[in-house]
């Protein structure tokens, strides 16, 4: 991976990570059209890269970050099924993180449920609602649905946003409680993935860590940038223009890799 790529998918980040398009799933994309995304290194860098991300929600939301201790504990709550699932399906899903057909069939089947999910969910709350109000059964239930985003392709924004939504969260509440659920994931995920990749032998190189610090830095910015237009947009438009999208992604994709370039790269 070279600067110009890191900075290429660093901007993909910090623009889909709140999208409920998958982050993960356009960086996948786009790595395997730069033939790198085979790369034991690029696979590290698609995950640090997302805290970066994450953490403009602190700067953002900091004050909603320290009003309770409440609000922590329904983090944790909420945080848990993602910390079993990832330690028990690692192995796996490090190989799915390697094909972009499995990336295109989630697109597909995640566009169909968000041109229904507005009618499916049609919360009674209002936008005003704060996420101390939410319960830790609510807590628990959103952080089920957070998991289906292990599967590449699937959004971890657009899974929690849906799984609030069905618990009678506003799209804002929803929304907003994805986002602080985004900081202990991403940042376990982080670790996790630091972990493996020293434990397998590798060791960074000078010009591999100036990639994750420029990757982190780009995806910051962009994402200060990309989550107060989606806040505002959701609200006033819900989810069909974001399954469209990915219902023509998801075709375009799968059109690329059996009728033009073969995109899988296992």
Known sequence: MNTLQAIILAIIEGITEFLPVSSTGHMIIASSFFGIAHDDFTKLFTIVIQLGAILSVVILYFKRFFQSFDFYFKLVVAFIPAVVLGLLLSDIIDGLLENPVTVAVSLLIGGFILLKVDQWFNPTTTDNEKEKEITYQQAFKIGLFQCLAMI???????????????????????????????????????????????????????????????????????????????????????????????????????????????????
């Open 152 to 266: 590449p392709g699937v959004s971890r924004s657009g899974a929690s946003i849906v799984g609030g939504m069905s618990q009678k969260l506003s799209r804002t509440s929803a929304a907003e409680f994805s986002f602080f659920l985004a900081v202990p994931t991403m940042l376990g995920a982080t670790v996790k993935k630091c972990y493996d990749y020293y434990k397998d032998g590798f060791v960074l190189s000078n010009d591999q860590i100036n990639c994750l610090i420029i990757g982190n830095i780009v995806a910051f910015i962009v994402a200060l940038l990309a989550i107060k237009t989606f806040i505002g947009f959701l609200t006033k438009n819900g989810f069909k223009v974001f399954g469209y999208y990915r219902i023509l992604a998801g075709i375009v994709l799968l059109i690329i890799h059996f009728f033009i370039h073969p995109l899988t790269i296992i």
